[in-house]
Antibody, heavy 122, light 107 residues
């Protein structure tokens, strides 16, 4: 059974950085990419970016690409998302999700981590 | 950038059929996926590639996609179906796009 287990909640001050981890199990880690999605309180889902667990290629949301870095450690089947220069509007639950794809233009998310609340407050 | 539009809320009677729409320019040419999110929980995939159900999802959930509208249909609505529903697609420029979500209330 696929499991994505994320690190615990974080409270950070504006301008700081945060790193969220996501440990995957139950499948071959390098077969599927990992996407990060965030959800601000009471709001909808927002795509943060994607990383290939096979070769480390990344693709970030344009609004975050100067502040977000995604990495993986295949030896521990763990994905990481680091967000720097935190602002109050970065306060959100951050989810790691396993990405599935078909035909090169269809991508969806079949397994979700439990979410990590990142609170940015002075 | 590509946008997906959903109604903020929808109410349906117990046992009735709910139809949740997701609008987008020529969305029928894209592959649309649907997620259900209950309060305090992570989203769950309920439909992928327009109309496929993952294992464990009841066949009361179905979907279609044509023209400028994709539709999620929930038949014989139950109290347990109360949740937020999100559509999602991929665009070559915007990459992953989510609709704003529709809150379903079962009366």
């Amino acid at each position: 059974q696929v499991h994505l287990v994320q690190s615990g909640a974080e409270v950070k001050k504006p301008g700081a950085s945060v790193m969220v981890s996501c440990r995957a199990s139950g499948y071959t880690f390098t077969t599927y990419g990992i996407t990060w999605v965030r959800q601000a309180p009471g709001q909808g889902l927002e795509w943060v970016g994607w990383i290939s667990t096979y070769n480390g290629n990344t693709n970030y949301a344009q609004k975050l690409q100067n502040r977000v870095t995604m990495t993986t450690d295949t030896s521990t089947t763990t994905a990481y998302m680091e967000l720097s220069g935190l602002r109050s509007d970065d306060t959100a639950v951050y989810y790691c999700v396993r990405e599935r794809d078909y035909g090169g233009d269809s991508f969806w998310f079949d397994s979700w981590g439990q979410g990590t609340l990142v609170t940015v407050s002075s | 950038s590509y946008e997906l539009t959903q109604a903020l809320s929808l109410s349906v009677g117990l046992g009735q059929t709910a139809r949740i729409s997701c609008g987008g320019n020529n969305i029928g040419s894209k592959s649309v996926h649907w997620y259900q999110q209950k309060p305090g929980q992570a989203p769950v995939l309920i439909i992928y590639r327009n109309s496929y159900r993952p294992s464990g999802i009841p066949d009361r959930f179905s979907a279609s996609n044509s023209g400028n509208t994709a539709t999620l249909t929930i038949s014989r609505a139950q109290a347990g179906d109360e949740a937020d529903y999100y559509c999602q697609a991929w665009d070559s420029i915007a990459h992953v796009v989510f609709g704003g979500g529709t809150k379903l209330t079962v009366l």
